[in-house]
């Protein structure tokens, strides 16, 4: 019968839309994308009590030719700090990358409370021992560019 | 289930034995009841004596603890079988029903209702219908908590003041006449109420009751017993 999968699809819309409208009631998150020859082994976070957000960690894949490959990662930022440090363990080195915000909570109608990610001008938005980094603040999350060669 | 839906649970069930007491009351009047002459309380002085019995007495388990609500009212007979009534009201305690954000919130609040009360019984003084307009004023206090699996919760304050509502409530209530100066009400009552601001979901709204979950249209129903005493 069509009638009830047009009520239930109408329902996921609405709800989908409800829930971009109240943010983050949890932990944002943070979406990286690495390009570069390295592979991690795994990955972890200064100050992290549960490491079940870093594992498993996604398969890399090929870039436009072999000496480098894509990886695309979403781990979540500290709420407890303005600041977040990610250390990347490969074979050979540990690579760490701070990311540097402000944080925002505020009430909003018919949500409680949600937190907010901005930009924190006033300081140096990240720093890292990978080779080229690039932050870019969007409205519900921070995505971080990685050029590693 | 939380606690207070267990509570309201049992009001329908007072809501019909109410009905049938005031529907199947006293038909005949007997020497008693023509000394008695409830319809002569002219003016009359009342409290609630049960609204803050619940947090008292079941303590955690009950939705609002450390709950002082206060209802002084005022009834005056206008005419035979009808009464004004005014009730202010003080409310102050701490809701402990979680929602999804605030784990505790601590209210504090006034309202008053003023409107007619109908007899229902033939003007035999047993059963009134009444109306009331209601304004009422709320702040909050408490504390927020956004959940952090990885690295931990996050905790803040948080404070609303100023937070005011207005609306309607209807009651229905029963008289039993212990003396010729003392009367116990029992009450059924069905509260809607509307807020004019405020960005948080209050829990308990001062004038309706346990509102959990509503917004800015706030809907509430109880029961409760007022003791009155005769001044007139």
Known sequence: MPKPILLLALLSLALSGCFRDCGWQEEPLVHIEYSGPKTFRSVSALGARDLTAFEPLPAPKPGSDSSYHRTSYSFPLSLLADSTTYLFFSDTRVDTLTIHYQRYFYPKRGCDFVAKIRANWAKQVHSSTFKEVTVEFYDYYPKVSIKDF | ?232
């Not at chain 2, 939380?2 to 309201?8: M, Q």
């Not at chain 2, 202010?88 to 009360?117: F, H, M, N």
């Not at chain 2, 109908?118 to 003007?123: E, L, M």
């Not at chain 2, 509102?211 to 001044?231: A, D, K, P, V």
Request: with cysteine; proline share 6%; net charge positive.
């Open chain 2, 1 to 232: 289930m939380p606690s207070s839906l267990r509570t309201f649970g049992l009001i329908p069930l007072l809501l019909c034995g109410l009905s049938i007491h005031l529907c199947a009351g006293q038909s005949t009047p007997t020497p008693d009841t023509v000394a008695q002459r409830p319809y002569l309380h002219q003016l009359s002085l009342g409290l609630d004596v049960f609204k803050s019995v619940p947090s008292v007495v079941l303590g955690k388990y009950y939705f609002i603890t450390n709950a002082a609500i206060i209802e002084p009212v005022l009834r005056h007979r206008t005419r035979r079988g009808h009464y004004n009534q005014l009730l202010l009201g003080y409310v102050r305690g701490t809701s402990i029903e979680p929602s999804e954000t605030i784990a505790r919130q601590q209210v504090q609040g006034w309202y008053l209702k003023a409107g007619p009360d109908w007899d229902i019984t033939r003007r035999r003084g047993y059963g009134y219908f009444g109306l009331s307009a209601v304004v009422a004023g709320a702040s909050y206090r408490g504390t927020f908590r956004i959940p952090g699996r990885t690295f931990g919760d996050y905790e803040g304050p948080f404070r609303e003041r100023g937070n005011l509502a207005w609306g309607g409530e209807f009651t229905l209530a029963r008289n039993f006449y212990l003396s010729d100066r003392w009367m116990l009400r029992w009450l059924f009552r069905g509260t809607v109420l509307r807020r004019t601001q405020g960005e948080l979901r209050p829990h308990y709204y001062p004038g309706a009751g346990y509102t959990l979950g509503m917004y800015r249209r706030l809907f509430s129903y109880g029961s409760t017993l007022q003791l009155h005493y005769r001044l007139r």
